[in-house]
């Protein structure tokens, strides 16, 4: 049986993590996601992907210790996207929606942090417990000191404490936190919107953010004025953005193509 369920719905791709009971990833789990976000990132026709847990209490307590404990290295192979197939995929240009189920540590936690947005049941959890099983939160430790006040991201990951959906929200680590009986709903209005705007802009957007992380402002404007960045030479060669400047001049929505 599959770790994972996948649907698609017209440009959107949504993934559940199905593996009981927690939705632990192993390196199996691992690369089977890493395929599927492989198949998201490749597909032209998909422009926005959706990530949840199956059930109500976990969206996934991140690395499986028990795989681990029977032969699993840490440092195996996690497949195409590194750990749960998003942390270290390569040219993700589209954007990814995590809608947090329930309880995300460790690894889960730094799964959703991989994601673009982030949407939280109102009984969600979070916490980096590695420091507790001796080991680094590694991926965490890079990027919540960017996300969040550097004081409270370190307070997270020197201690390993718990927190509530409410105390995610207000250090803006999640967008919104909606009742649980409403979150895959709204996942799929927001996904909706998404994929109903221009994919070239997004695709460029997401190359830009990438590239001018730990870039001066300057050399970073100069590369996208230059149209060093791919995506961006891409989209102001396009049809689209001849077509947005076309709508907006005949007072009409654009239709976007992605070319």
Same mark, same amino acid.
């Given at each position: 049986m599959s770790p994972i369920k996948t649907r698609r719905d017209?440009?959107?791709?949504?993934? %559940?993590?199905?593996? &009981? =009971? $927690?939705? *632990?990833?192993?390196?199996?789990?691992?690369?089977?996601? #890493?395929?599927?976000?492989?198949?998201?990132?490749?597909?032209?026709?998909? @422009?926005? *992907?959706?990530?949840?847990g199956a059930g109500e209490k976990f969206f996934c307590p991140g690395w499986d210790l028990k795989a681990a404990a029977g032969g699993d290295a840490v440092d195996g192979d996690y497949g195409v996207g590194g750990f749960g197939g998003l942390q270290e995929l390569r040219d993700l240009n589209k954007p990814v929606i995590a809608a947090v189920n329930g309880i995300a540590c460790g690894g889960g936690l730094e799964l959703a942090l991989s994601a673009d947005m982030i949407l939280a049941a109102d009984h969600a959890t979070f916490a980096l417990p590695e420091i507790r099983s001796g080991t680094v939160a590694d991926a965490a430790s890079i990027k919540l000191p960017k996300r969040i006040p550097y004081h409270i991201a370190m307070e997270l990951l020197l201690t390993? @404490?718990?927190?509530?959906?409410?105390?995610?929200?207000?250090? #803006?680590?999640?967008?919104? %936190?909606? *009742?649980?009986?409403?979150?895959?709903?709204? $996942?799929?209005?927001?996904?909706?919107?998404?994929?109903?705007? &221009? &994919?070239? +802009?997004?695709?460029? %957007? =997401?190359?830009?953010?990438?590239?001018?992380?730990?870039?001066?402002?300057?050399? $970073?404007?100069?590369?996208?004025?230059?149209?060093?960045? @791919?995506?961006?030479?891409?989209?102001? #060669?396009?049809?689209?953005?001849?077509? #947005?400047?076309?709508?907006? $001049?005949? =007072? @009409?929505? &654009? +239709?976007? =193509?992605?070319?």
């Open positions: 017209g440009a959107i791709f949504e993934v %559940i993590l199905d593996r &009981p =009971k $927690a939705n *632990a990833i192993d390196l199996a789990t691992s690369r089977v996601m #890493g395929e599927a976000f492989a198949e998201f990132r490749d597909d032209p026709e998909l @422009r926005v *992907a959706i990530l949840t390993g @404490r718990w927190f509530d959906a409410e105390e995610a929200h207000r250090w #803006g680590l999640v967008n919104e %936190i909606i *009742a649980p009986d409403q979150l895959m709903d709204r $996942a799929w209005e927001l996904a909706r919107l998404l994929a109903s705007g &221009p &994919p070239l +802009v997004y695709a460029a %957007i =997401k190359e830009v953010v990438r590239d001018a992380e730990d870039s001066k402002f300057q050399d $970073a404007m100069n590369r996208i004025t230059t149209r060093q960045l @791919r995506t961006v030479d891409v989209l102001y #060669g396009s049809e689209d953005q001849l077509e #947005g400047a076309r709508a907006f $001049a005949e =007072k @009409r929505d &654009p +239709v976007w =193509k992605g070319r």
